[in-house]
């Protein structure tokens, strides 16, 4: 292998590293960045109480979701290959969109403060099970994702 080809599949490793560790995040965090505007939208600057309400609505939706996949933390999850996880998050544009528009109904229904935890309750809880189901869609047709056991 040539010294070119060697970095250029070096830089191709990297790439991929930096993917596969990120992909997920940087969509939910795409989301609820829009989110934020959102609201800010609707309710004018937030003040710190607000932020810190926006966490701890964004934060519990984690909390829940992992507790139940996991039966209140004693069950390891499988993991998917990298092949299935780069597919999943190719179409993350469906949960990203669900979980934005979620919380924007949230937002546009609630009353101010009410808004600021349960928008990035719902926009969370509904972009983490939509990203479940495209990974789960993902595994299913690619054949990487091989069979149930």
């Given at each position: ?18 993917l ?25 600057v937030?003040n710190v ?7 701890v609505?964004?934060?519990?939706a ?10 209140w933390?004693s ?17 993350s ?7 934005l528009?979620?919380?924007?109904l949230v ?25 479940g ?8 047709t ?8």
């Amino acid at each position: 292998m040539s010294r070119e080809a060697g970095i250029h599949e070096h830089y191709r490793r990297g790439l991929g590293t930096a993917l596969r560790h990120n992909q997920v995040a940087y969509a939910y965090s795409a989301t609820t960045t829009a989110l934020f505007g959102v609201i800010s939208d609707e309710s004018g600057v937030p003040n710190v109480g607000q932020c810190f309400l926006f966490i701890v609505g964004a934060g519990v939706a984690f909390a829940v979701v992992n507790a139940t996949i996991t039966e209140w933390f004693s069950e390891r999850l499988p993991r998917e290959p990298s092949e299935v996880v780069a597919l999943g998050t190719a179409i993350s544009v469906f949960s990203m969109a669900a979980g934005l528009g979620l919380g924007t109904l949230v937002s546009w229904f609630a009353g101010p403060w009410i808004g600021w935890p349960l928008a990035p309750l719902a926009t969370s809880i509904g972009f983490l099970l939509l990203a479940g189901l495209e990974m789960g869609f993902a595994g299913y047709t690619h054949d990487a994702g091989g069979t149930l056991d």
